[in-house]
């Protein structure tokens, strides 16, 4: 395609296609296009202007070369790709907010005096009305700080104050929603993008197939654990369903044949084959979108602390404006105080501060579900690390399969495979992955999977009661016995491996020994997270203790729990809240979800099990822990970012007040400097938290 | 001063009958459909018109850090080679 070039230096380039404007189709396209190549670092199309920048680091011809092969029709597009791009939201708020700024400045220019007052009272009383509301909350908020000032400069006849004032507190109002929404979108992109793989049921068995190929009319098996990819309807099966994503309500609700269940809701216990009503394409990306929205989890975390901290100041500028009045007997004074409205530039810098930080962490494959949970990473003083899957490489690998019932090893860990396919963590997927490795295929053997947390899988093979799991589960619950003449080797079996026992018919007939090697990062970041000021760093696994102790030592970890089942890290981390304490929980799989809900903030690794992804407050990419003490560092400088707007604001606006007071700054100057210093905190809130080098070695 | 009074009366009189009605005509409403189309361009090009110089003035601020990071680059030889 041809194009021209607008603006060039080395290793940027800026130019401009042919045309007045793109679509927000073609602009995804040509930004999918574009950041396909490895050689550009980064591309941005502007979809209003048809501009694209490009930043490089080959040699000109190339980027060059790049541009002119690229056409709208050549390039295949993902369908996800546009559904989550985003693009649209981004330009309808960027149009939003220079609307009001258009109208804010351009009606002063044609409106006449008289009209513009009209329009001043007409827009107040908003504001007044919504003032009003907070009342009956019974606590002094801003909101009515605000309609006090706004309706006082309405009738002292200061219709500039009043319009300025609301302009700003607009302006607040559309970044806020803007945080809000993004946050969201993010969340579902990721939440979108992550379900690829389904279980499909055919004549022939179930086959692992990508979730794009499913069609309507599909029978797609869905077990505990994992969220169901589409609408459809139950067609075999029985399970609860936690439908808390979608309507709010965390008690998990029976779905039996016939019933409809809804794209994005979690299989919390039970299996279920769906009958598909709706595949993707037709707006499941808005459902997620819907669905986070509606749930309670983001409705609070806008309440954050911080975003509250203009309430404080709301008794005390109440009190300093009657003082004055007490003192001066004059009105204007009086109203004057009430006029410097903290909460303005409070608002505007607040939503700012927390939307670039959430936009930060996402450049570090961070997603935050809100600002509520940046502030409790902050203030965190106990994280608490799930070995499995966090600590530890998320893929274990099977070293080797111990027989204790005289079948092959092969032959055993095909069977052991056939089970584990349908447990959703990371040692199934190991003993899966060894299966196939060595080309162990098979058939479905065993009859319906039942399936208990944490511990392991009970199914029949060939009419055999077949178990797989740990040690706590298959010889203390299920009471399976160790062959007499095998006990010597049931004795010497490696220590610095996890096994995983398989019995058959009581009996145990294999061993298989796991090794799951600690990620080479864990020791540094352990060391980071305790000088950031982490009391108690703590690992906890359902591995036995001799497992745990040498991760721990290997890790620098001093603190640790081992066979410790699902409700026993939740007790733990309730009764290090119970005594003060803020809580961070990291895991990875199902059995982490009731822990990851009762701590201040559910880190989750994003290749873990669904629901966790869904409980989790923040989610992580599995590729590099480091991303924790990135997000510690960005949560605690947010914080420091958040009390410097806090006093700056506070301390210039009382400044301002007392030079008002005093007589010494006339009110014009005062406006001035009051909407000046807004802007310029706001501006400077935007900026990164993180210094550019850092930014620069961690990509 | 009379006539005026009664010039007027008959005039608003008018207007209330017909004005309204010509006012609120198809031919009026495609007369103000127009008008608000030009508004909502005006804007439309405002808000291009600030996209535009939002992308020059990332121009400006690239090649500035640009110019700063070879000026580093040269105080760096600079120094390394009094060194010597």
């Keep these: 395609m041809k194009f021209t070039i607008k603006h060039e230096i080395k290793g940027r380039l800026r130019v401009h296609l042919p045309m007045k404007r ?45 541009l002119k092969d ?49 329009w001043v009272m007409a827009k107040s009383i908003k504001y007044a009305w919504r003032g009003i509301k907070t009342l009956k909350n019974k606590k002094l908020q801003v909101e009515l700080l605000d309609a006090m000032a706004i309706t006082a400069a309405v009738h002292t006849g200061d219709f500039n104050t009043a319009s300025s004032v609301m302009f700003l507190l607009k302006i607040g109002d559309i970044l806020e929603d803007w945080t809000h929404k993004r946050s969201v979108d993010d969340l579902a992109r990721r939440m979108s993008l992550n379900i690829d793989k389904v279980w499909l049921l055919t004549e022939d068995g179930e086959v692992m197939i990508d979730s794009s190929d499913v069609k309507c009319g599909d029978k797609v098996v869905v077990r505990v654990g994992n969220m169901i990819p589409f609408d459809g309807e139950v067609a075999i099966g029985e399970a609860m369903v936690n439908q808390a994503s979608m309507t709010g309500e965390s008690v998990a609700v029976h779905k039996g044949i016939g019933m409809s269940v809804f794209a994005g809701t979690v299989v919390e216990d039970g299996e279920l084959t769906i009958s598909v009503t709706q595949t993707e394409g037709s707006g499941r990306f808005d459902k997620i979108v819907k669905m986070i929205e509606e749930s309670e989890k983001l409705k609070s975390s806008l309440e954050s602390k911080a975003e509250r901290l203009a309430d404080k100041l709301v008794p005390y500028t109440l009190l ?56 409790a990473v902050a203030e965190a003083d106990t994280i608490v690390l799930d070995k499995t899957g966090t600590l530890t490489k998320a893929q274990p690998t099977v070293v080797r399969v111990v027989s204790f019932d005289g079948e092959s090893e092969d032959e055993l860990l095909r069977q052991a495979a056939c089970l584990e396919e349908h447990f959703p963590h990371s040692v199934a997927r190991a003993v899966v992955e060894a299966a196939q490795k060595k080309d162990l295929l098979h058939d479905e053997l065993h009859t319906k999977v039942e399936y208990i947390v944490a511990h392991g899988i009970a199914s029949e093979i060939d009419g055999e009661k077949a178990v797989i799991g740990s040690y706590h589960f298959v010889f203390e619950d299920e009471g399976v016995e160790i062959p007499e003449d095998k006990k010597s080797l049931f004795e010497e079996l490696p220590d ?99 822990a990851l809900s009762a701590s201040d903030a559910g880190i989750a690794i994003s290749e873990g099990a669904e629901i966790a992804r869904q409980i989790a407050d923040i989610t992580i990419s599995s ?35 007392g030079l008002g007071v005093a007589g010494i700054l006339p009110p014009a100057t005062s406006a001035m400097l009051h909407n000046g210093s807004t802007v310029a905190l706001g501006l400077k809130s935007m900026t990164n938290l993180l210094p550019e080098d850092k930014n620069e070695s961690r990509l | 001063m009379k006539l005026k009074g009664i010039g007027l009366f008959a005039l608003g009189t008018l207007f209330g009958l017909e004005g309204i009605k010509l006012l609120s005509s198809k031919d009026a409403k495609k007369v103000y459909a127009k008008c608000t189309a030009g508004v909502l361009r005006a804007k439309d090009s405002v808000v291009t018109q600030v996209t535009t110089l939002q992308e020059n003035c990332t121009d400006i601020y690239e090649e500035a850090k640009a110019i700063n990071a070879e000026r580093a680059v040269k105080d760096a030889e600079a120094e390394v080679s009094e060194e010597e």
Excluded at chain 1, 43 to 66: H, Q
Excluded at chain 1, 329 to 356: F, G, Q
Aim: proline share 2%; aromatic share 10%.
């Design chain 1, 320 to 375: 300093a404006s009657g003082l004055t009045w007490l003192v001066s007997r004059n009105v204007t004074k009086a109203v004057s105080v009430l006029m410097v409205d903290y909460s303005c530039a409070l608002k505007m810098a607040m939503p700012i501060s927390v939307l670039s930080a959430i936009k930060e962490a996402s450049e570090y494959d961070i997603t935050v579900k809100g600002g509520r949970f940046l502030e």
């Design chain 1, 623 to 657: 590729s590099n822990l480091e991303s924790i003490a990135t997000l510690r560092e960005i949560s605690m400088l947010l914080m420091k970012r958040i009390k410097f707007n806090y006093r700056t604001i506070v301390g210039f606006n009382t400044a301002l007040i």
């Design chain 1, 496 to 594: 610095e491996y996890s096994h995983l026992y398989f019995a058959k018919n009581g009996r145990l007939a294999a061993c298989i020994l796991i090794e799951d090697p600690m990620r080479e990062e864990v020791k540094a970041v352990v060391e980071e997270l305790r000088t950031q000021g982490f009391e108690h760093i703590v690992m906890m696994t359902g591995d036995s203790e001799r497992t745990a102790r040498k991760i721990a030592t290997e890790a620098g970890i001093t603190e640790y729990y081992a066979e410790v089942l699902p409700e026993d890290k939740a007790g733990y981390i309730e009764r290090a809240k119970a005594e003060g304490r803020k809580v961070i929980m990291v895991g990875d799989g199902i059995n982490d979800s009731p």
């Design chain 1, 22 to 66: 793109l679509s927000f189709r073609e602009a995804d396209t040509l930004e999918y296009y574009l950041s396909n190549f490895a050689e550009i670092r980064q591309a941005k199309v502007y979809e209003r202007t048809a501009d694209a920048v490009v930043t490089f680091a080959c040699d000109r011809e190339r980027i060059i070369g790049i």
């Design chain 1, 70 to 118: 690229f056409s709208f029709d050549k390039v295949k597009v993902p369908e996800k790709v546009f559904e989550c791009s985003g693009r649209e939201l981004a330009a309808e708020y960027y149009d939003k907010l220079v609307t009001t700024v258009i109208l804010h400045y351009g009606k002063r220019l044609v409106l006449p005096v008289s009209v513009r007052r009209l």
